[in-house]
DNA sequence: CCTCGAATTGACTCTCGGGTAAGTTACCTC
DNA sequence: GAGGTAACTTACCCGAGAGTCAATTCGAGG
């Protein structure tokens, strides 16, 4: 945004980490494929070229942001599941789940990004971190529907879905009002859960 | 396809219906942005510039698509809100949603298609749409809340988005199944609301 | 059978965004 | 203070997709 080439004395760690969070904050409300890596070297105040020459190309930047996002997710929702009957467990999940997105509430939109281009690499990734979660899901949902009993292997997939449908929802509305903490949106969704 | 210029024989009115029928899976699995006008012309078997000529832009074609799929659903939603308690309105409603999308299930991401540019004429025109069903279904939601009590203004914008985000899901997994009738659907959502 | 309009196309332009080449500035070291 | 290197930029290339133009074929009236 100088107009002048040259460092800017900023180390390649941080600037990287900057870019980090514009490319999360991008990604996550426009997808992969609407995002602009411009627009995200403008939002970090810096140019393009220099947004690839850290990260190789848009697919390896999206990927790093993968990277940071999709581990810490899956590793607290699979420390959140305890032996308790299934609204206690939804319950404890989106709590896990609301705790870990605190700093970047996106970070769940971009492993949930339905635009990243089938097949590619960055979708794979994005698969495998997605399915490590729904199989933690699925678990859940099973117990809830053996409960109540007569039905077949789609109902699980299909309250699986809608599971995560609702976890979606509620990070989406999170985003939208970003002035509220992790703890008001585990305090929310316990109301919610409590009123169905 | 043919290579040759030249009518061959198909009414306006027919080939509108096929472009507006191959329109509304693109956009419905892509979405606007990504979606291709070449690609809709390819799989109606015309080309582009006949897509033009019957529709102006890709606005306009998209617009057809929501001035069709819109106007059913607000209807048949409204129609099934009856007093009944907070379960069955929903299991009403899920039922009205699906048997207005049996011949084109992704009409409803059309409506909820978050890839339309913001502030653009058909992103009011989906908004609308929306908003009419935003309407009824936070008439169910408040009186789902109301059981219960202890909820604020937030709580209620929040539930709603999670309602609508559960019907999303419903919907994006029947065009995963497409095997499924409406009767089938209606079954599946009965069994897993019951399952709640 | 001749013309007129509707249906239809190949081939073009223009813009936008991913990606690159080559150069510029500042700091660090000897 | 003369390199060398890391942090940066401007200016470009190129492919994809929206949108347009001029021509071509066919069927229906006179």
């Known amino acids: 945004m100088t107009g002048r ?3 800017k004395g900023v180390p390649r760690e941080e600037r990287e980490r900057q870019i980090l969070d514009e490319a999360a904050a991008e990604f996550g409300t426009h997808g992969y ?10 939002r970090a105040g810096i140019s393009k070229p220099l947004v690839y020459s850290y990260f190789e190309s848009k697919d390896g930047l999206f990927l790093a942001c993968l ?16 032996p308790v009957p299934g609204r206690q467990r939804a319950a404890d999940t989106l709590a896990a789940i609301f705790t870990t997105l605190e700093p970047r509430p996106h970070d769940w939109s971009i ?34 529907l053996a409960d109540v009993g ?13 599971w995560f449908g609702v976890v979606t929802a509620m990070v989406r509305w999170w985003q939208q009002h970003p002035a ?16 169905l």
Chains 1, 2 share one sequence.
């Open 33 to 42: 494929a609407h995002a602009s890596v411009a627009e995200i070297a403008n």
């Open 150 to 162: 007569g039905y077949d292997a789609k109902d699980e997939s299909l309250l699986t879905q809608v």
């Open 67 to 82: 990277h940071r996002a999709g581990p810490p997710l899956v590793q607290a929702v699979a420390a959140a599941q305890h």
């Open 5 to 7: 080439a040259g460092t």
């Open 111 to 144: 492993v949930y990004d339905p635009t990243v281009p089938a097949g590619s690499p960055i979708e794979q990734q994005a698969r495998k971190y997605r399915r490590a979660l729904n199989r933690l899901g699925a678990v859940g949902v099973s117990e809830v």
């Open 180 to 195: 509220q903490t992790a703890s008001d949106m585990i305090a929310r969704s316990q109301r919610v859960i409590a009123a």
